[in-house]
Every structure is written in C-alpha cells, then in structure tokens.
C-alpha cells in the first residue's frame, strides 16, 4: 500500500519559514519523481515544485528563490523549505509522487500552511 504522509505545515507570519516533509512508503522511492503542490480556496491546485529521481529540479515562477525542494533518498522523504513566506502563499500543500514510465501517480492528504500578513 503506498502511502505518502505530509507533514510541518502550520500558522506563520509572513516573512517567515516552514519546511515541509513528505514521507513514502510502498514505493521504490528513488525510481520517482517527487513533487510539492498546493490549492489555495477556490484556486486550482497548482505544481509548487518538483525534483526528479535524477535530482534535477523546477518550479513556480511564484516561489523561486524562496523556496528549495530536496529529497533523501535514504530516508524516503522529500523537503520543501519554504522562506520569506507571504500571504499568498497559504494553501493546503500536498506531496506528489510520479514514475511517468509505468503511469505511476499518488498523493498525500495535504498538510495546511497559513501564512498571516
């Protein structure tokens, strides 16, 4: 059974940080591209970043150079740390993992980030 777990998320003002841990299991987690998303209310969820099994790394035009995405693969776990946070950051933000190869994808449940202004 494959089961991504999220968790750090939390209330924050903003210019503040978060890091955010998502942790598989079931999975061969080096095998998978791993990805942070998030959806604000009433906003369509939108890809925050993502890091590829080879490390290779992209993201949002909204969160680059304040937010850094990581993996362990010994650890099976991907970070997000999130800095100089801003109110339009707060969404609930969930953890993706992909194997585009076989059409492998899951999600985690969400984990909330509230950042205050």
């Known amino acids: 059974q494959v089961q991504l777990v999220e968790s750090g998320g939390g209330l924050v003002q903003a210019g503040g940080s978060l890091r955010l841990s998502c942790a598989a299991s079931g999975i061969i987690f080096s095998l998978y591209t791993m990805g942070w998303y998030r959806q604000a209310p009433g906003k369509q969820r939108e890809l925050v970043a993502r890091i590829t099994s080879s490390g290779a790394t992209n993201y949002a035009e909204s969160v680059k150079g304040r937010f850094t995405i990581s993996r362990d693969n010994a650890k099976n776990t991907v970070y997000v740390q999130m800095n100089s946070l801003r109110p339009e950051d707060t969404a609930v933000y969930y953890c993706?993992?992909?194997?585009?190869?076989?059409?492998?994808?899951?999600w985690g449940q969400g984990t909330q980030v509230t950042v205050s202004s």
């Open positions: 993706n993992a992909e194997q585009m190869q076989h059409g492998w994808n899951y």
